[in-house]
């Protein structure tokens, strides 16, 4: 019954949709009566399929909560072992939940829209519906034949997707539990960074609409509108990104936070061209000038981000990028929506030609104008160097359609092959950056010289950048160009700030994104240009001078409770622990939580539930006065094998990013026996290093007549300081004598007692050994990282303090003659002036 109710409501959802579109496009037409009536009917039928997209949402969220597994998308994604806060996240780990998220922001944005669309809304909901239309057809379902449906439902069952011959002996079968989530995916960040990225895509529409159906209306007062969610869009995107960046950097394991995959370009590129588009957007409205280049980076960015859908779900990444999804059979209509994009702007464009030609403006010699052009430019090549290789595999793609061999392939090294570009490209912008501010609010503010604008801040540069430079020490020219470069442009900023706090802050908010900007691209350029393996050993160094040291071993090996050097640092391997599946670690002490608090002491005949898949590792690293705890986790995945997470020590200006990279397999841990060892009570001896003593023996069990007994030896082994427990076991049932060993993983020894002397109490024994429970890990020092945050938070409050201003700030309109009459100066008709401090601007 769920799932039908859900592919109903789909259904309604999409025929609503495709009314909506047809009734807006028949009010628009003068040759039609009642357009009123045509219009309430359009709105009416986007609120409908509002209202069953939510519906479909909250239906799906109930199959996969409550373990209905004869739905496959919530057998595929979801297990019962999940907790709450991860079954959100198995939500949207496949592809019809995610485009249903989208689906769903696009339908909520635009009932939020609706509200005071006033005369843009037949325009803006045509547009906004023919996107959405194409994609509820993505989660539409309908199957015409066997080899051709229109959409995967989320609502599928799984007897009709699994090939299992249990569903022809038994089709009303049910699976027990489900598949599980993938264990990447198993982070906090998960739960709200897939959901972001789709907000920041739904939002995106928005400014699209209002461009196209201005150009469409021949009416100039769309930007307004359109900058405000343009803004808001740029804001939830950066966090977005940002939560994407800090799972890669919580969760992964290649040592940092962005690793150049295509995937990660695919979305890095429209966040470049919004930022573009939101300074076209101010050149326009402070100058008049740029209005075709603002039209131009809006359309680009939103067909962006749809060929970043494409590229990432389609699967075409498969080969060269681990986030890409496979392709099920959706390819066809994300191609088709993309070709929706291209064709309504083409469409546009042939419609306005001739509008659009009259927006062309004659060049200008004002210096902030041209530092403007020249940093959009900038952020557009910077945009196209990674879209160029990122499309690779697109163009492979079509050249062997149009049957040919093609033998490019992308980088082999992205990470260097990308940075030897893209920091230039950050150094240009960041220099045009603060000096088109410094140029704009000197001439705003009435800056007397521009000394005074820079000297304090050039000051404050040379002093922070010489001593973050004694820190970290010098490497490569062009990192050091690049802490100057952003420093200066952080600290022009704030100056800019400091100047408003006490005159009007509202309209601080490009100084503090710019600010934001700067720290950001500090800590990314201090963290990775300046990063360093810490458990690097066995270095040789060349005798040629010119030749790098050589790093045999990256990786240091830890044997249980030996502790180690590692730079400035002691580190310890000193216990390893199961997970529960309330989250508890397990080890044989007891339990505990990832805190570090106290154990909870387990009894005879507690009932633990294991979580067969996560090993935790405690290391403990010390330094001159400090203990620190972190557990790098391990999981032993069924699909994806062993899986390594890193754990994260952070300070003030750095972060220890430690993980695991090899451990003993127990499958093939060989053991080899001693001779024969004896002790008494009390008595000790030495072997292999160790102090061996047997405190005592004890019988643990007797039956009633004496046919079987158990006697238990306690043995205190001493490993330099270290003391350890073990109690084998001797038994007689039956009279058949039955041995039970006790293990110590640390030491990699077993006690076996073979015959004990009631009179004496003698003990017989042989030492099982193997090698020591060990692991080894790779630990690397990341200075400043925690500036990449900081600055991502001020860049995004400063976008913050830009959309409350847009939205707060009247405007008046004003028509020809009205500026001449009133003012002297000369007003074009259709701008859109701002009222500040009672003055017209």
């Not at 005071?116 to 034949?145: C, R």
């Not at 960041?430 to 000096?435: E, G």
């Not at 102090?691 to 238990?712: C, H, N, Y």
């Not at 427990?725 to 041995?739: H, K």
Request: proline content about 4%; hydrophobic content about 45%.
């Amino acid at each position: 019954m769920l799932g039908n109710i859900g592919h109903i409501a789909i259904i309604v959802a999409f025929v609503g949709i495709l009314i909506s579109c047809i009734s807006y496009s028949l009010s628009l037409k003068p040759s039609i009566s009642n357009q009123e009536g045509w219009m309430m009917l359009g709105r009416c039928s986007f609120i409908t399929q509002f209202g069953s997209i939510t519906l479909v949402l909250i239906l799906l969220f109930i199959a996969i909560f409550n373990h209905d597994y004869q739905y496959y998308y919530a057998w595929r994604h979801s297990s019962n072992d999940l907790p709450f806060y991860y079954v959100i996240s198995s939500f949207w780990e496949g592809q019809e939940g995610s485009f249903l998220v989208w689906i769903f922001w696009n339908a909520l944005i635009g009932f939020i829209v609706l509200r005071k669309a006033g005369k843009w809304e037949p325009w803006l909901f045509i547009i906004i519906g023919v996107i959405q239309l194409i994609l509820i057809s993505m989660i539409l379902g309908v199957y015409l034949s066997d080899t051709f449906n229109i959409g995967i439902s989320p609502f599928q069952l799984l007897k009709d997707v699994s090939s299992n011959p249990i569903f022809k002996i038994d089709p009303g079968f049910i699976p027990k539990d489900g598949n599980g989530l993938n264990p990447l995916l198993q982070n906090i960040w998960m739960v709200i960074h897939p959901p972001i990225i789709f907000l920041s895509f739904a939002v995106s529409l928005i400014p699209f609409a209002y461009c196209i159906s201005g150009l469409f209306k021949k009416d100039i007062s769309w930007i307004k509108p359109a900058q405000i969610w343009m803004l808001v869009s740029l804001a939830i995107l950066s966090v977005g990104i940002m939560m994407g960046a800090y799972w890669a950097y919580e969760t992964l394991n290649f040592g940092g936070y962005w690793n150049w995959d295509p995937v990660e370009n695919a979305i890095l590129i429209p966040w470049i061209v919004m930022v573009a588009s939101t300074h076209g957007i101010i050149l326009y409205q402070k100058r008049g000038k740029g209005l075709l280049l603002t039209i131009g980076l809006i359309v680009s960015s939103y067909f962006l981000i749809i060929y970043s859908t494409f590229l990432t779900r389609s699967g075409i990444l498969g080969d060269s990028s681990v986030h890409s999804f496979t392709d099920l059979g959706l390819s066809g209509q994300l191609l088709i929506l993309m070709g929706a994009v291209i064709a309504i702007i083409v469409v546009t464009l042939v419609y306005s030609w001739k509008y659009v030609k009259s927006l062309r403006e004659t060049s200008s010699e004002n210096v902030w104008e041209f530092l403007m052009i020249i940093g959009i430019s900038i952020l557009l090549l910077s945009a196209f160097q990674i879209l160029l290789p990122t499309s690779i595999p697109v163009f492979n793609k079509i050249i062997e359609g149009l049957g040919f061999n093609s033998n490019a392939a992308p980088p082999t090294d992205p990470v260097g092959f990308y940075s030897k570009f893209q920091i230039w490209f950050a150094v240009g912008f960041c220099f045009l950056a603060f000096l088109a501010q410094v140029v704009y609010w000197k001439r705003i503010r009435g800056f007397s010289a521009y000394e005074k604008v820079f000297s304090v801040p050039l000051f404050l540069t040379l002093l922070t950048g010489g001593a973050l430079l004694l820190k970290v020490g010098y490497t490569d020219w062009k990192y050091i160009v690049m802490i100057f470069v952003s420093l200066l442009g952080a600290f022009v900023s704030i100056q800019i700030i400091y100047g408003f706090v006490k005159q009007n802050l509202k309209v601080s908010g490009g100084a503090f994104s710019h600010a934001g900007f700067m720290i950001m691209l500090l800590g990314i350029v201090l963290s990775a240009g300046y990063s360093k393996i810490i458990s690097q050993n066995i270095s040789i160094t060349s005798p040629e001078s010119s030749l790098p040291i050589h790093t045999v071993q990256e990786n240091a090996l830890l044997t249980r409770n030996k502790p180690i050097p590692l730079e400035d640092y002691q580190i310890t391997f000193s216990n390893k622990y199961l997970q529960s599946i309330e989250g508890e670690l397990i080890s044989s002490a007891g339990l505990r939580n990832t805190n570090h608090e106290d154990f909870k002491i387990l009894k005879s005949g507690d009932t633990i539930e294991i979580n067969k898949e996560n090993t935790y590792y405690d290391l403990k690293i010390r330094d001159a006065d400090n203990l620190y705890h972190v557990l790098p986790r391990m999981q032993n995945n069924p699909e994806m094998g062993y899986i390594a997470s890193p754990s994260i020590l952070s300070f003030w200006d750095k972060d220890i990013y430690i993980h695991v990279t090899n451990f003993p397999d127990p499958e093939k841990q060989e053991w080899q026996k001693t001779e024969l060892l004896q002790l008494v009570p009390s008595q000790s001896l030495e072997k292999f290093g160790l102090s061996i003593k047997l405190l005592s023996s004890e019988l643990s069990a007797i039956a009633e007549d004496q046919s079987e007994l158990l006697i238990t030896s306690h043995f205190q082994i001493d490993d330099q300081g270290y003391q350890y427990n073990l109690d084998p076991m001797y038994g007689i049932s039956n009279g058949r004598v039955q041995l039970y060993p006790s293990l110590s993983e640390e030491l990699g020894v077993k006690v076996l007692v073979e015959s004990i002397d009631p009179n004496s109490g003698a003990v017989q024994f042989r030492l099982i050994y193997s090698q020591r429970d060990w692991i080894t890990v790779k630990a690397i020092e990341m200075p400043f990282i925690s500036l990449l945050w900081i600055g991502t938070f001020i860049m995004v409050f400063g976008i913050g303090i830009s959309i409350v201003a847009k939205v707060k700030v009247p405007v008046l309109r004003v028509t020809r003659g009205l500026g001449v009459e009133d003012s002297g100066e000369k007003w074009k008709s259709g701008m859109v002036y701002q009222i500040i401090n009672k003055k017209i601007k």
